[in-house]
């Protein structure tokens, strides 16, 4: 029988989490630093390797460019010319001599000298230039900042600070007007005079040229006279406008609108000689843009001047009631119109019962005698002739009488003559309203 024998397993060993100790965390925070300097080394020296190869990389395939344009035909020659004998004899002898030298360089000088002066000068407009522009028209100086639109350049020309060149781009069309005659050309990448020159313009001594720059396309207008219109913005206030209110009490108001300030455009046309505005005329305004303030404001009261009139009675719409305008300017509302028959009466005495009306109340100018079944007591009345000839004026319904009956109205007048002047007339009896309390 075969034993098997058992083989007894080495234990494994037990790692033990070291102890920290003062000692031990003082001495790993003192070598800290020397760790931190030796990892930065390591980096900037993989670093160092990286940059050197490739920059070994470039610098191969640079020298291997320079190589093959050395083996080049178009490097060949030009070795092949510059050493030639003939060349290299011409080198060595201007080395070897100087008046060879200085005399090489002068006719080098003398000939980019004369090379400049022969070279024809741009071409410069001697008239006076306008440029018009959305804000307006401005004489071209100097000072004017260079400008480039789609079809136009403005620079400054090498004849002088205040000459300019306006160069015109290649395909568009320009429409030049002179002298009444209109030509239509389209641009060749060529500067104004030269443009003008080729539609066969002549500019005179007294002519301006206009650039109109406020359309798509560049149009030219040449004349010795230009007329140009400029704007003037005028603010305005608003006005107050006052309607009166029949119905309104007098002494009160009320704004219907807030007024609002506007503005009035005035257009001015000038005109242009020389470059310089020697006339300005008004050609007119534009409406103006301000809302006036509306405000009404009452003219209704509740009783007038005796001597003050009616001008004017409009009845409601309802037939009851209306508006008296008087002469004054006030007005007055009434709820009933009566014709009455009237008549007149005085006290006949300064003391007694005859000073004392049947309410009580002392007699007076304004005191109307009435029948209490058709005018109750206390009403206010204004009274006047039905044919408008005599006017009564304010009243009270106070007294009463006997022979009162009916529409029938007694009028008290100071005097017997005044009542015999008003003798027995009909009359228009105007029943007031009353102002609430």
Known sequence: MERIETVARRPIPVRRRPKLDPVSVCQAIHDAPDGLVRLVRRGVRAVGYWLAWTWDAVVTDQKQMYQDFLRSRFARSWHAFFHAPALVGFTAALRNNWLGRFTGMVALTAAIFVGVSLTPAAPTLDAICILVEQDGPQVVSQDTEELDRS?????????????????????????????GQVITAVSAGERLPVFLERCGISLGDDEMVELNLTGDQLSIRISGTLTYQHFVTVETDYEIKRTPDPLMDKGTEEIVRKGVSGQIVETYEDTVVRGEVVSTRYVGASHDTSHAELVRYGTRVYEVERDDTIEKVVPNSSGEGGILYFKSGDTMTYSKALTCSSTAYYSGGEKGAAWTTAVGAKVGIGTIAVDPKVIPYYTKMFIQTTNGSRVYGMGTALDCGGAIKGNIVDLWFPTKADCYSWGRRNVTVYILDKKAS
């Not at 004849?159 to 002298?179: E, F, N, R, S, W």
């Open 151 to 179: 079809y136009l350049s403005l620079r400054r020309s090498l004849g002088g600070d205040k000459a300019m060149q306006y160069i015109l781009q290649p395909g568009y069309t320009i429409t030049v007007d002179h002298a």
